[in-house]
């Protein structure tokens, strides 16, 4: 399975990549901003995407609906900061599969990617 990042901070990136690929998936490509994220989702039509839902120039959630749009079938996993539990709902009502809180738990992340996995596998 190949995933998107899309998170303003290098740093937070690197964390995801290397869970995402310790877990034995592929990173698709990485974006720090909302423009470039739309670039990149449609050069690499990635297998699933994580959001942060701090996304510059174009919050989280719009960014969700932006990519459902272009993608109805896309499998996006939103990142929350903690506090952020409105933003976390909203995600999910704009078509996110699922929602994980930061400080990230690496376990509770690569439940959330299973679950993609199995959303890629239902007709």
Do not use: W
């Not at 720090?32 to 449609?42: I, K, M, P, T």
């Not at 900061?81 to 995600?91: H, T």
């Not at 704009?94 to 959303?119: F, I, N």
């Amino acid at each position: 399975m190949r995933i998107l990042i899309i998170d303003p901070a290098a740093f937070s990136r690197t964390v995801l990549r290397r869970i995402v690929e310790e877990a034995g998936y592929a990173v698709a490509g990485e974006a720090g901003n909302s423009e470039q994220a739309l670039v990149q989702y449609r050069s690499t039509a990635p297998d699933a995407v994580t959001i942060d839902l701090t996304a510059p120039t174009l919050n989280g959630v719009a960014l969700i609906r932006r990519i459902r749009s272009l993608d109805p079938e896309a499998r996006i996993l939103a990142i929350s900061g903690m506090n952020q539990n409105a933003s976390g709902q909203e995600a999910l009502q704009a078509g996110a599969y699922d929602c994980v809180m930061k400080p990230l738990e690496e376990s509770r992340l690569l439940t959330a990617l299973a679950h993609a996995r199995l959303l890629m596998q239902e007709p």
